[in-house]
T-cell receptor, first 116, second 114 residues
């Protein structure tokens, strides 16, 4: 199947700093990318959907000014957690999808963010 | 609105025994159904999907799932469980609508006991 990478795999930062997470589709062009947040032993919560070249669509309750998403190309999307706080600590997973009605989503390996 | 229910938080099964992880869904229109597996501190790996056609879908690692429209179910099965199958399993659904977003179930932790 198609491969999606995320970088970094884990990051520890101080409260108040910003952290950028990259998501890349390595062998396909992703028209749509998704960002999820997962709490321990919980399901994935969709944060936002981004289409290349346009603004991301955020889910209700997700602060767009706090979680900045950029989808500048068909193979790269970035999530920047601005002014991170300990409550932002979580496992962030990106996903990319090919065009087509029946296409499945391919998931990145996730990024563990710990805010001290 | 679409939703997915995984009624069991935890499923334990002995190695070599058959396993079933349950999933029911609710959508307007025809569902596209998926199963994913997640190992600790990893992203989700695709196992199988149902789009159309045969109700019995075969996927990776010997897993299969049966689409049952009347019961709105898509249970995941494997004839003989392995210890290495122990992981967190997610069922997901979406439709062919313009949003086409995946909605995930709450996940089921499968533990295969040696």
């Amino acid at each position: 199947g198609a491969v999606v990478s995320q970088h970094p795999s884990r990051v520890i930062c101080k409260s108040g700093t910003s952290v950028k997470i990259e998501c890349r589709s390595l062998d396909f062009q992703a028209t749509t990318m998704f960002w999820y947040r997962q709490f321990p032993k919980k399901s994935l919560m969709l944060m936002a959907t981004s289409n290349e070249g346009s603004k991301a669509t955020y889910e209700q309750g997700v602060e767009k000014d706090k979680f900045l998403i950029n989808h500048a190309s068909l193979t790269l999307s970035t999530l920047t957690v601005t002014s991170a706080h300990p409550e932002d600590s979580s496992f962030y997973i990106c996903s990319a999808r090919l065009a087509g009605v029946s296409s499945e989503q391919f998931f990145g390996p996730g990024t563990r963010l710990t805010v001290l | 609105a679409q939703s997915v229910a995984q009624p069991e938080d935890q499923v334990n099964v002995a190695e070599g025994n058959p396993l079933t992880v349950k999933c029911t869904y609710s959508v307007s229109g025809n569902p596209y159904l998926f199963w994913y597996v997640q190992y600790p501190n990893r992203g989700l790996q695709f196992l199988l999907k149902y789009i159309t056609g045969d109700n019995l879908v075969k996927g990776s690692y010997g897993f299969e799932a049966e689409f049952n429209k009347s019961q709105t179910s898509f249970h995941l099965k494997k004839p003989s469980a392995l210890v290495s199958d122990s992981a967190l399993y997610f069922c997901a659904v979406r439709t062919s609508g313009s949003a086409r977003q995946l909605t995930f179930g709450s996940g089921t932790q499968l533990t295969v006991l040696p």
